[in-house]
């Protein structure tokens, strides 16, 4: 069983950064996509990042170009999310996904459904 824990969340004011980290246990991380997504109070969550098995491709939802970006450290079994010139409407509960390797389907993966384990979330406020 994959148990995925995110950590760096926390309270921010706008312009400030963050980095989320996401520690992967119980299978080897360098097999799946892995992605980030969040969800802000009475919204469904949304695709923010995603990072294929080798860590050579990523893809940034679009109107998060130039302030995010991901990463994977294969080797220590983690994914991160840098967060720059962080905005109020940023404010969610960042939760990271992992995709099995199936063997089909294209990269980028951004849908829910297309990730088969979630962490519990990191709260992250910006303040203005």
């Known amino acids: 069983q994959v148990q995925l824990v995110e950590s760096g969340g926390g309270l921010v004011q706008a312009g400030g950064s963050l980095r989320l980290s996401c520690a992967a246990s119980?299978?080897?991380?360098?097999?799946?996509?892995m992605a980030w997504f969040r969800q802000a109070p009475g919204t469904e969550r949304e695709f923010v990042a995603t990072?294929?098995?080798?860590?050579?491709?990523?893809y940034i939802a679009v109107f998060l170009k130039g302030r995010f970006t991901i990463s994977r450290d294969n080797a220590k079994n983690t994914v991160y999310l840098q967060m720059n010139s962080l905005k109020p409407e940023d404010t969610a509960v960042y939760y990271c996904a992992q995709r099995r390797f199936k063997g089909w389907g294209t990269f980028p993966f951004t849908a829910p459904d297309d990730y088969d384990y979630w962490g519990q979330g990191t709260r992250v406020t910006v303040s203005s």
């Open positions: 990072v294929s098995r080798s860590g050579d491709s990523t």
């Open positions: 119980g299978r080897s991380l360098s097999v799946s996509s």
